[in-house]
């Protein structure tokens, strides 16, 4: 599934890039998704959190876009989210490769860690794997569903090859992940451009493509 979308997302990348002028990106807006979240309005956006923590995936990519972007206008938001509990299940994930991985406990791991920063790409990836070895095969697919919207919703907020049109990401980690979820690999550490304005290299590949350009919301 994730090499299949990847596919996918490198073939739109191209072909924005041949087709910039045309191109009409979902970019977040500050203002109309403060109000979308505010009053009475927090109570909606609380029930596509609620059906998103339940992976439910009927919801849109204008849900995604909204509870993604939307996440920067909630109490406590920190774009640089991180938690200690991904020292446990990474040590617990590499254990995999030996043969002596408890699938339980990475599941477990990864579900607390989700419940703390529920859009932590990286997180879905071994959460799903451990549920596919132990035989929960309908939740590792949503969870799957989920990390391919997430993917999806930061892809279309720009095509990331210009100043002017970056991917935006609600956190840093985020910005690694969408680069390997599209195929590339890292050819170093990123540099801060202007403000919240990031720009990663990538190794030399078939399309020509040097690196990202990522804007933190």
């Given at each position: 599934?994730?090499?299949?979308?990847?596919?996918?997302?490198?073939?739109?990348?191209?072909?924005?890039?041949?087709?910039?002028?045309?191109?009409?990106?979902?970019?977040?807006d500050h203002k109309k998704l403060k109000k979308e979240i505010a009053g009475k309005n927090s109570q909606v956006y609380d029930r596509l959190m609620q059906r998103f923590a339940d992976n439910d995936t009927t919801l849109t990519l204008a849900d995604y876009h909204k509870l993604y972007y939307?996440?920067?206008?909630?109490?406590?938001?920190?774009?640089?989210?991180?938690?200690?509990?991904?020292?446990?299940?990474?040590l617990a994930f590499s254990k995999a490769q030996s043969g002596e991985a408890d699938f339980g406990k990475i599941r477990s791991l990864a579900l607390r860690i989700l419940k703390q920063i529920p859009f932590d790409i990286r997180t879905l990836?071994?959460?799903?794997?451990?549920?596919r070895m132990l035989n929960d095969n309908a939740t590792a697919a949503k969870m799957e569903f989920k990390m391919g919207r997430l993917i999806e919703t930061i892809y279309n907020s720009g095509d990331?090859?210009?100043?002017?049109?970056?991917?935006?990401?609600?956190?840093?980690?985020?910005?690694?992940?969408?680069?390997?979820?599209?195929?590339?690999?890292?050819?170093?550490?990123?540099?801060?451009?202007?403000?919240?304005?990031?720009?990663?290299k990538v190794s030399e590949n078939e399309f020509g493509v040097q690196g990202f350009y990522f804007r933190v919301f």
């Amino acid at each position: 599934m994730k090499r299949t979308l990847s596919l996918i997302l490198l073939m739109m990348l191209v072909f924005q890039a041949a087709n910039a002028q045309q191109v009409k990106f979902s970019i977040p807006d500050h203002k109309k998704l403060k109000k979308e979240i505010a009053g009475k309005n927090s109570q909606v956006y609380d029930r596509l959190m609620q059906r998103f923590a339940d992976n439910d995936t009927t919801l849109t990519l204008a849900d995604y876009h909204k509870l993604y972007y939307g996440s920067a206008h909630k109490a406590g938001y920190n774009p640089m989210a991180d938690t200690p509990l991904r020292d446990s299940l990474y040590l617990a994930f590499s254990k995999a490769q030996s043969g002596e991985a408890d699938f339980g406990k990475i599941r477990s791991l990864a579900l607390r860690i989700l419940k703390q920063i529920p859009f932590d790409i990286r997180t879905l990836d071994p959460a799903s794997y451990a549920c596919r070895m132990l035989n929960d095969n309908a939740t590792a697919a949503k969870m799957e569903f989920k990390m391919g919207r997430l993917i999806e919703t930061i892809y279309n907020s720009g095509d990331g090859l210009t100043e002017e049109t970056p991917f935006t990401v609600v956190l840093v980690a985020n910005e690694t992940d969408v680069i390997r979820a599209l195929g590339f690999s890292l050819s170093g550490s990123s540099s801060v451009q202007s403000g919240k304005l990031h720009y990663w290299k990538v190794s030399e590949n078939e399309f020509g493509v040097q690196g990202f350009y990522f804007r933190v919301f």
